[in-house]
């Protein structure tokens, strides 16, 4: 393939940590632009390698902006650039969205290591996995050593974003309903930590009883269940110490690499649902139907799709 | 296409029920809206919207330092290399004060009882105005 050599420039600067190329960089991929195919595939490999993925995921007001941004601080304490990823909701009706996750990491805003993206779901449109995929991967081969997965892990979409994640922290917070509540969800079977926010508030040692028995092994139960106080910064440096003691576990017992490798299917997955989809809408409007039923109007349309591409 | 835009609120005013509204009438709108919250400074803005990558971004004061303060967002733009990125503002703002905003490079300026579809038009030409211009 000849490059195209605007595109060489912005990768040249986006290694280069450039705040401006960066950010373009992730709207060619996220508009699903034709460039974005040749910006991916010249991206520093070695450093996507060595960057941690991590997922915060859990209901809406547990605090997962405010830790988010509590990590970030004990991150850039250790001197590590830091990536976000904030998704929030697309409107199913106007196709707009609202993001504010900014509003709670505003004291990072003039730190150039760290880099703050906001995304919305764009609902139908999907793609999502795809977008925020490669948005990662292009904050890692800007320099980031960790970049931050933060959504709310509810629906579809975004439990398939959960698992996008080399590690993922289930925050919750007291208040939120009991153990039955956050066992419906079905988000504690993928949550590697579970993170008990809100400490201080009342209920939250029944909390973290009832976390307890997720794990049955007393000695990973101990490992695996954080209390933090995100707005005051308390038992944010431990629960980082364990990140990067699980990150270590999962890369030497070959679990990150299994994570990685399914995060790849599931992306190229993505990327060739879009790509059909594209097509599809194309073929629809000229296929003349011999079926009036759906379901076998849906097999005539997809036959002989794939020798298109 | 989808739309990118930033509003914010710089300097010491907290008065965020327009911003707030005008944020949601631009969500409603079919853009995509990042928010920044009160009490912000114009290098902060700047770099947030460098980051978001928006294609305008909406100020809203009504304090009284908008002569200030919207023009100091203007510039915080430029020396982060983001001189492409539109700007326009809102509030309580005097109508001896329009044409010097626009001189100091503000886009559009709305004072109060300007029609929420007036708004949006603006934001949308602005947005396409700016996207037009490729990667820079």
């Known amino acids: ?309 | 296409m989808k739309y990118r835009v930033l509003i914010g609120k710089p300097g010491l005013d907290g008065h965020d029920r327009g911003a707030k509204f005008i944020a949601r009438a631009l969500r409603d709108a079919g853009f995509e809206v990042i928010y920044t919250g009160i009490r912000r400074t114009p290098a902060e803005i700047a770099a947030a919207a460098v980051q978001e990558d928006v294609a305008a971004v909406g100020l809203s004061s009504m304090s009284g330092a908008h002569l200030r303060l919207f023009p100091a967002v203007v510039d915080a733009l430029a020396q982060a290399g983001a001189d492409d990125i539109p700007v326009l503002g809102g509030g309580i703002i005097p109508a001896e004060d329009v044409e010097t905003m626009r001189k100091a490079g503000i886009r559009a300026i709305f004072t109060p009882g300007t029609p929420v579809d007036t708004i949006i038009a603006a934001f949308t030409e602005a947005c396409k105005k700016q996207r037009g211009h490729g990667v820079k």
């Open chain 1, 1 to 309: 393939m000849k490059g195209d050599p605007t595109i060489d420039r912005l990768l040249q600067r986006l290694h280069g940590g450039d705040p401006r190329a960066l950010a373009r960089a992730i709207t060619l991929v996220e508009d699903q632009q034709p460039e974005a195919a040749q910006l991916l595939a010249g991206l520093d490999q070695k450093r996507i390698e060595d960057v941690l993925v991590l997922g915060l995921t859990g209901p809406p007001g547990a605090g997962k902006s405010t830790l988010t941004g509590a990590l970030v601080t004990a991150l850039r304490k250790r001197e590590y650039r830091v990536g976000i990823i904030a998704i929030d909701p697309s409107s199913p009706i106007s196709g707009g969205a609202l993001l504010g996750d900014r509003i709670r990491m505003m004291e990072h805003a003039l730190d150039r290591e760290v880099v703050v993206r906001s995304m919305a779901t764009r609902g139908r449109l999907g793609g999502l996995c795809a977008s925020a995929g490669a948005a990662a991967r292009i904050m890692a081969a800007s320099g980031c050593r960790v970049v931050i997965l933060e959504t709310v892990g509810i629906g579809q979409s975004e439990m398939d974003i959960v698992r996008l994640a080399d590690l993922t922290a289930l925050v919750l917070a007291p208040g939120f309903g009991d153990d039955i509540q956050a066992m419906k969800a079905g988000i504690l079977e993928v949550a590697d930590l579970l993170v008990v926010n809100k400490a201080d508030q009342p209920g939250a040692g029944k909390l973290q009883l009832e976390m307890a028995t997720v794990f049955a092994d007393p000695k990973e139960r101990e490992e695996r269940i954080c209390a933090t106080v995100a707005c005051e910064s308390a038992g944010v440096a431990t629960l980082l110490d364990r990140i990067f003691t699980l990150e270590r576990e999962f890369r030497s017992n070959g679990q990150l690499q299994a994570r990685r490798k399914r995060s790849f299917q599931l992306e190229t997955l993505d990327w060739a649902v879009e790509i059909v989809k594209a097509d599809l809408r194309e073929k629809l409007k000229t296929t003349i139907f011999t079926s009036t039923e759906p379901r076998r109007a849906a097999m005539e349309l997809v036959s002989g799709i794939g020798k298109r591409i």
